[in-house]
């Protein structure tokens, strides 16, 4: 497998920390499957430990793992201001191998980011070589569907590339914000994926000090083919359901089962 591109680096880490709260509906939705399910627990694609640090704080024993070395040091700077240590892992979720197996594995808004679809797959064998017999994996996926503006544009790719989007700007403390837009650079039917180009500043007394461009692709699957990817890397007892976990927006959640 290729080595996967990493967007979330230098002020999109920072966005990323700074503009999601750690009490969002999504953290408490996943810090309930951890609580439920088996022990040790992983967090794959942890970012900057939002669930990490709830569910340190709980007593679990949870780990975390990212393909982003800046993700990773937010996050174990965060740990330690919250008085944890965390075990964590700069891998890929498709480079997974931990020397120690799962009996959760949890995957929060880090699935069809990046890579191609041949990632994906490998990133299902991975978890589910990962995961004790009986283990558990939950991720979320959002339908491209979502956002009808997004849709239209794979039916009509020729008003690529898009305008900027403004987006909304994230308080980074003493008076410093970071500012970002957001547009489509390309849709690609076959892999249906869509890639997006999202333009950082660092903005502070009203100047701007520092300017990044970083580039996401992000994937679009139909739910039964996602459960198919489930089945073929092993998993048993596979499910899906839609449900608004946040931001009152559609997300399809997969559960599945090693077996």
Not at 37 to 65: F, Q, T, V, Y
Not at 120 to 149: I, M, N, Y
Not at 160 to 174: K, N, T
Request: aromatic fraction near 8%; include cysteine.
């Amino acid at each position: 497998m290729a080595a996967p591109d990493v967007y979330h680096l230098g002020l999109m880490a920072e966005l990323n920390d700074a503009a999601n709260p750690d009490d969002a509906p999504e953290i408490d939705f996943y810090a309930d499957v951890v609580a439920r399910g088996a022990g040790p627990a992983l967090d794959a694609g942890c970012g900057p430990g939002r669930l990490l640090r709830r569910c340190l704080a709980a007593g679990l024993d949870i780990e975390g793992s990212d393909v982003s070395a800046d993700m990773l040091e937010i996050c174990r700077r965060r740990c330690a201001e919250a008085g944890f240590e965390p075990v964590l892992h700069r891998q890929a979720t498709g480079e997974l191998d931990l020397p120690r197996r799962f009996g959760t594995i949890v995957m929060c808004g880090a699935f069809g980011l990046n890579g191609a679809r041949a990632d994906d797959v490998e990133s299902l064998r991975r978890v589910h070589h990962r995961l004790l017999p009986g283990g558990q994996l939950t991720f979320d996926l959002e339908p491209g569907w979502a956002d009808p503006e997004l849709w239209q544009l794979f039916a009509d790719p020729g008003r690529l590339p898009s305008a900027w989007r403004q987006l909304r700007s994230a308080d980074r403390g003493e008076g410093a914000a970071i500012q970002y837009v957001s547009r489509t650079l390309e849709v690609d039917r076959t892999e249906m994926s869509v890639t997006r180009e999202t333009r950082c500043q660092l903005v502070q007394g009203g100047k701007t000090v520092r300017t990044e461009v970083h580039t996401l692709v992000e994937r679009f699957y139909n739910p039964h083919e996602v459960l198919d990817m489930l089945r073929a890397a092993g998993f048993s007892e596979v499910s899906v359901v839609e449900q608004p976990l946040w931001w009152s927006d559609p997300f399809h959640v997969f559960s599945a089962v090693r077996r």
